[in-house]
């Protein structure tokens, strides 16, 4: 921020600071104005700078090229980026199906003028550098398959670029699971259960446990059955008091439904988590 007392306060209390001082629309026409500063640069970079110094390699995609640049940039310990990045975060929606919100999800403490969806204008500016990516990652507080944008991406990019995502899993149905495998651009998918049995879900999530296992069992058909070998199913359980003895049981459910890795972490420090529900 280039204002150290600024940013103390921003650690002390950074969401009412962050209200009263800073407008959403302005500073996102501040950061796209940066950012068409910067993509210029790099447009011009990745034609002109190190890869004249690269010896040419046929019949190489655009993020091996890319990271080929990455590697040589900082071989040369040059003192700009020229290259793309080769990993993205965009975060297409903020918005999510689940009402009330997760017991740990922010949502409970966001207004509710925070939930949107990714403007149309931010993606047109975005998009052209997807080739250039090695993965694209479209999770940030939001559920990806809520959003509108969500097909119109899978049609944008293309192989080799990867698309991966974390997702409830509530809006896979068989129509989603298709499109998602014959996109051939998204291979991993991290589902967020939480638990092993519906009981604790229900407290944690209030969904359908039901449904989600249901789901994500289709998908492992249709992965199966398309063949798609490179597809990576993994789920996910955010420890907290309510669901930490069914850890074991949820190792055990992941291996049934086919998913490949699980992620265990634990809830971030700083923040009271006590979550009242009727």
């Known amino acids: 921020l280039g204002d150290y007392e600024l940013a103390v306060k921003l650690g002390q209390n950074g969401k009412r600071i962050i209200k009263e001082k800073f407008n959403l629309k302005q500073n996102t026409r501040n950061l796209l104005s940066i950012y068409e500063q910067v993509l210029s640069k790099r447009h011009v970079g990745i034609i002109n700078q190190p890869a004249a110094e690269l010896p040419v390699k046929h019949i190489e995609s655009l993020p091996v090229l890319n990271q080929r640049l990455v590697m040589k940039t900082c071989e040369m310990k040059k003192p700009a980026v020229y290259n793309y990045p080769n990993a993205m975060t965009l975060a297409i929606t903020t ?27 931010i993606l047109d500016k975005v998009k052209r550098i ?15 398959l809520y959003s509108n944008n969500f097909e119109e991406i899978l049609k944008i990019v293309k192989p080799p670029t990867k698309i991966r995502f974390n997702s409830n899993g509530l809006l896979l149905d068989e ?23 519906p009981e604790t879900y229900k407290k944690i999530r209030g969904g359908d446990f039901h449904r989600v296992i249901k789901n994500i069992m289709r998908l492992s058909k249709v992965i199966r059955k398309k063949k ?10 955010c420890l907290m008091k309510e669901n930490i003895r069914e850890v074991p049981a949820f190792i055990e459910l992941a291996k049934r439904i086919d998913a490949k890795g699980v992620d265990i972490f634990h809830l971030n420090e700083g923040m009271n988590w006590r979550c009242e529900r009727k």
Request: hydrophobic share 35%; with cysteine; aromatic share 10%.
């Open 95 to 121: 918005r999510c199906n689940m009402t009330p919100p997760c017991v740990m999800c922010t949502r409970n403490i966001n207004p509710p003028e925070w939930e949107n969806e990714c403007e149309d204008k």
């Open 130 to 144: 997807f080739p250039y990516l090695d993965i694209l990652y479209l999770h940030c507080n939001g559920e990806p």
């Open 228 to 237: 798609a070998d490179y597809f990576t199913i993994v789920v996910n359980m």
């Open 175 to 197: 129509r989603m699971a298709h499109l998602i495998i014959d996109s051939r651009v998204v291979d991993v998918i991290n589902f967020s259960i939480d638990a092993s049995s």
